[in-house]
C-alpha cells in the first residue's frame, strides 16, 4: 500500500462537478434525480443503441479537393442499417438506402464477410464499408453479398454482376474495375459487369485477396489486396490455411446445426502460410521473394508513387523489416528495420511515404514513441504516436498523446512543424485530403464530428445517437508511485460521510485499450450505471496499457498478469486512502475479455483485496489463444513455458475462495468458450464453488440487445448478492 502522503500521491481533476468533491471548500454533486430515475432505462438503451454507436458518422473519405467527404451513417439512434452518405457545401445527402435498393434489409452474409465483421467490431448493418476511385467518384459496397456501386455525381446506386458473394470491394484508382473475392478467389469487373478471374483459389484452405485470422484479429490488417497507383496490376495475399490446426464451433442449444469449422493458430503452433504476388489485369503474376522462413508475418503492404512495398516481421516479433518491391522481378530490398528486446509495436498506419519518397515510421526510445520522418525524429519527447492517419504530399496526419487522458489529431510539414488540429478535451482521430480534414472522437459530453476546411472553425456532421440516459460523472485520479490513471465514478445521489459504498473496479487494464480519458464512451457510461446501483466504480489503466510510452506498454513482457494485478490493487488501496466513503471490506471486480481475466485474477490471487468478481470471455489458459497476439507478450510457449503458467488462471483453479461467475458466449471464436468451461471444469474438481453463465449463439461481443441488456442486471444482482455475503 502506497505509504506516501496524499498531496504526493494523488492528483484530482473533474470534467463534472468539482475538482475536490469530498473536501468542505468543494461541496459534493447536488443530486441529479433525473439520472438516478433514468438509471432503471439505461440497459435498454446500451443494448438497442449498439452501444451509442448507431447514428453516428463514420468510415470517411475525403475527395482530392477536399471539397466532398463520403462516411457512412445509420438512419437513427436505434437504426442498425448503415447508408451512404455524402457532405458537400455544407449539405448531406444520402447516395445509397439499402431499403430503397433490396427492400428486405435483412442480411445473409458470406461466412468470410461475417468472419470479417466480426475482426472489425462491426455492430450495424447495410452499408457497412465502402471503397472509393481515387477521385471518390465512384463507389463500390457489398449488400448481402451483392455487388452495388454509385457515382458521386449523380444517378441512382446500380448493381455490378458478380461471380458469387462478395467480399471487399474496391474500385481501381481511375474507377474503371472493381476488384472483390468471391469463393476465395479474386475477381476484377467493369462497372457494366465485364468480370475477370484474376487469382483463383487452388483449394479449400486457399484464399487470394483476404487477410487471415492473426492478421485481421491482432495485427489490424483487415485487406489482403492493393491496387497500382496506374490501375493495371493488384499487390495481392495468398493465404493457405492447410498447417493451421482446425477449431469445431458447435451450438449446444442447436444440436440439429452442424458445427463451423475454423482455422486458428493457438500460441507455438503453426501460422497460415501468407505469400504476396504482383498480379496484372491479364492474370500474369509475378511471386514476392523475401525470407519467409525468418519474416512469416505480412503485418502491411501498399503501392504507392514510388513502388509496391512490405512490412514483415519475425515470429518472435522483435524484428520488422520494410521492404521495397521491384514490381518487375517482385524482389525485395530492405529499407528499413526495427528492432525490440520486448516486441516491435505495429502502429496503425505505418510504414507509409510522402511525395518526396520519405518513409513515415514511428521510432520508440525510452518512455516515448516518435514519429519519424525521412530517418528524422519529427516530434518532441513526451509526445506518444498512436497512428499515422494519413500522408498527402509532405504533410503527415497523425495522432498523438501529450497527456495520456487525451487523443489528438495532429499534422506535421515541413517548414511548419507540428500543429494540433482537434480542440478541447477527449479522444479524436481523422482523416484529410485537399486542405480539408475530418476530426471525429468523443469530447466529455459525447461524439463530436467535425469537418475543417483551410483552418476555419469545424463544421459539424449531423449525429443522430440517442444521448445516454446515464451522464457519466468521473473524478480523475493519478494514484500512488506509478501515478496511474484512473477515474472514480460515485452515485450521483451519493453524500459524503452519509454511508460507506461498496467498490466495484471496473477495467480492460490490457494492450491496446484505454477506458480512462476525457471522453464521453460507451464504457463511461457503463461505469457510471453501476455507480448509481450503489456502488463506487473505480476504473484504472495499469501498465500494459496505451498512451504513457513505449516502456510502459512493454512493462508486462513476460508476465501479463502480476503487473496488471498489482496496479489494480494499488489503486484501490490508493483511492479509498482518500475517498473514506469507499468500503475496502466489500471490494468487486468486473471485466470482459482481458478485463475478465483481470477480474477472475484478482479473486484467485488477492482474496484479501478482492471479494467477488465477474468474468466475461475471460482467456484462462493463455495457450489458447492465437499466435501473433499471445507470442508478443509471453513468447513461444516452448520457450517460455513458465510465462504461459505465470500468466494464465489455469491450473490456478484451487486457489479460488471468492464468489465468481463466469460469462462466455458460446459462439465465440475469439476467446473460445473452451477458456471458461475448461476453467470450471478444473474448479468443480477443486470443490470451488462458482457460477457459470452461458451465452448460446453469442460471439465474444453478444449481438442480441435482450442479452447486453440483461447482462448489465445479472452482473449487478450477482455482485450485490455476493458482497452482501462478505464475512457473514
Same mark, same amino acid.
Given at each position: ?86 457532405? &458537400? ?8 438506402? #439499402? ?294 504530399? &509532405? ?65 459539424? %456532421?449531423?449525429?443522430?445517437? &440517442? ?22 465514478? %460515485? #452515485? ?105 481475466? %483481470? ?7 488477492? #482474496? ?68 471458461? %468451461? ?51
Amino acid at each position: 500500500m502506497d505509504d506516501r502522503p496524499l498531496d504526493d500521491s494523488i492528483m484530482e481533476t473533474g470534467t463534472a462537478g468539482p475538482a475536490h468533491p469530498h473536501d468542505p471548500a468543494h461541496p459534493a454533486h447536488p443530486a441529479n434525480p433525473t439520472d438516478s430515475a433514468n438509471s432503471a432505462a439505461f440497459p435498454r438503451q446500451f443494448a438497442r443503441t449498439r452501444r451509442f454507436s448507431l447514428g453516428v458518422p463514420r468510415h470517411f473519405t475525403v475527395s482530392p479537393d477536399g471539397r466532398r467527404v463520403l462516411f457512412v451513417r445509420t438512419g437513427s439512434g436505434t437504426d442498425p442499417v448503415g447508408r451512404l452518405w455524402q457532405y &458537400e457545401d455544407g449539405a448531406e445527402r444520402v447516395l445509397a438506402d #439499402p431499403a430503397l435498393l433490396v427492400g428486405d434489409t435483412a442480411e445473409s452474409l458470406p461466412e468470410e464477410e461475417r468472419l470479417r465483421r466480426e475482426r472489425a467490431r462491426e455492430r450495424s448493418t447495410g452499408v457497412v464499408s465502402y471503397a472509393a476511385d481515387d477521385a471518390a467518384r465512384l463507389v463500390a459496397f457489398a449488400l448481402s453479398g451483392a455487388l452495388w456501386a454509385v457515382r458521386t455525381d449523380g444517378g441512382a446506386p446500380f448493381p455490378v454482376p458478380a461471380a458469387g458473394p462478395v467480399i471487399d470491394p474496391r474500385p481501381s484508382p481511375d474507377g474503371r474495375s472493381i476488384a472483390y473475392v468471391s469463393g476465395r478467389s479474386l475477381h476484377v469487373v467493369t462497372p457494366d459487369g465485364e468480370d475477370r478471374q484474376l487469382a483463383r483459389a487452388e483449394g479449400p484452405e486457399v484464399s487470394y485477396g483476404l487477410a487471415e485470422y492473426v492478421a485481421a484479429e491482432s495485427m489490424g490488417r483487415l485487406r489482403g489486396y492493393w491496387w497500382a497507383p496506374d490501375s493495371r496490376r493488384l499487390l495481392v495475399a495468398r493465404v493457405d490455411t492447410s498447417r493451421v490446426a482446425r477449431r469445431y464451433l458447435a451450438d449446444p442449444a442447436d444440436p440439429a446445426r452442424p458445427p463451423r469449422t475454423i482455422r486458428y493458430p493457438s500460441a507455438g503452433t503453426a501460422n497460415a502460410d501468407v505469400t504476396v504476388h504482383l498480379v496484372a489485369l491479364d492474370g500474369t503474376r509475378v511471386e514476392v521473394v523475401w525470407d519467409r522462413t525468418a519474416y512469416e508475418y505480412l503485418t502491411e503492404a501498399g503501392w504507392d508513387a514510388h513502388g509496391p512495398f512490405l512490412a514483415v516481421q519475425s515470429r518472435d516479433q522483435r524484428t520488422v523489416r520494410l521492404l521495397a518491391v521491384d514490381p518487375a522481378t517482385g524482389a525485395t530490398e530492405v529499407r528499413h528495420e526495427r528492432t525490440d528486446p520486448a516486441w516491435v509495436e505495429l502502429i496503425p498506419g505505418t510504414p507509409a511515404r510522402t511525395a518526396s519518397g520519405a518513409w513515415v515510421l514511428p521510432e520508440d526510445d525510452g518512455g516515448t514513441r516518435y514519429l519519424a520522418v525521412g530517418g528524422r525524429r519529427v516530434t518532441p519527447e513526451g509526445l506518444q504516436l498512436r497512428t499515422v492517419v494519413g500522408v498527402e504530399g &509532405e504533410r503527415v496526419l497523425f495522432t498523438a498523446s501529450e497527456d495520456p487522458l487525451e487523443t489528438h489529431v495532429w499534422c506535421h510539414e515541413p517548414g511548419r512543424g507540428n500543429r494540433r488540429l482537434s480542440r478541447g478535451p477527449g479522444r479524436f482521430t481523422g482523416t484529410g485530403r485537399g486542405g480539408t480534414v475530418v476530426v471525429e472522437g468523443q469530447n466529455p459530453h459525447g461524439d463530436e464530428v467535425g469537418v475543417v476546411r483551410d483552418g476555419r472553425p469545424a463544421t459539424p %456532421l449531423t449525429s443522430l445517437a &440517442e444521448t445516454p440516459a446515464i451522464t457519466p460523472r468521473p473524478v480523475f485520479l493519478t494514484l500512488g508511485e506509478r501515478e496511474l490513471r484512473a477515474a472514480l465514478y %460515485l #452515485p450521483s445521489w451519493h453524500r459524503e460521510g452519509a454511508g460507506r459504498l461498496p467498490v466495484l473496479l471496473d477495467p480492460y487494464g490490457g494492450p491496446g485499450i484505454q477506458t480512462v480519458g476525457r471522453a464521453r464512451d460507451w464504457f463511461t457510461c457503463v461505469s457510471q450505471w453501476f455507480a448509481e446501483q450503489g456502488f463506487a466504480v473505480l476504473v484504472a489503466d495499469g501498465r500494459g496499457t496505451p498512451g504513457r510510452g513505449p516502456a510502459w506498454e512493454k512493462a508486462v513482457h513476460g508476465d501479463q498478469l502480476g503487473p496488471a494485478l498489482e496496479d489494480q490493487v494499488d489503486a484501490v488501496r490508493a483511492a479509498a486512502a482518500r475517498y473514506r466513503d469507499l468500503d475496502l471490506s466489500r471490494v468487486a471486480i468486473r471485466g470482459w475479455s482481458f478485463g475478465g481475466f %483481470l477480474a477472475a485474477a484478482a479473486v484467485l490471487h488477492r #482474496p484479501d483485496v478482492f471479494h467477488a468478481a465477474v468474468a466475461g470471455a475471460p482467456p484462462t489458459d493463455q495457450r489458447l489463444y492465437d499466435t501473433h497476439w499471445k507470442e508478443r507478450f509471453l513468447g513461444h510457449p516452448e520457450e517460455r513455458p513458465d510465462a504461459y503458467v505465470r500468466s494464465s488462471l489455469a491450473g490456478h483453479g484451487h486457489l479460488l475462495t471468492r464468489p465468481l461467475l463466469l460469462v462466455h458466449g458460446l459462439a465465440d471464436d475469439n476467446v473460445a468458450a473452451a477458456h471458461t %468451461l475448461r476453467f470450471s471444469a478444473e474448479l468443480l474438481a477443486a470443490g470451488r464453488p462458482h457460477s457459470v453463465l452461458p451465452l448460446p449463439g453469442a460471439t465474444h461481443m453478444p449481438a442480441d440487445d435482450a442479452v447486453n441488456e440483461q447482462l448489465l442486471h445479472f452482473q449487478r444482482d450477482f455482485l450485490r448478492d455476493a458482497l452482501s455475503a462478505v464475512g457473514v
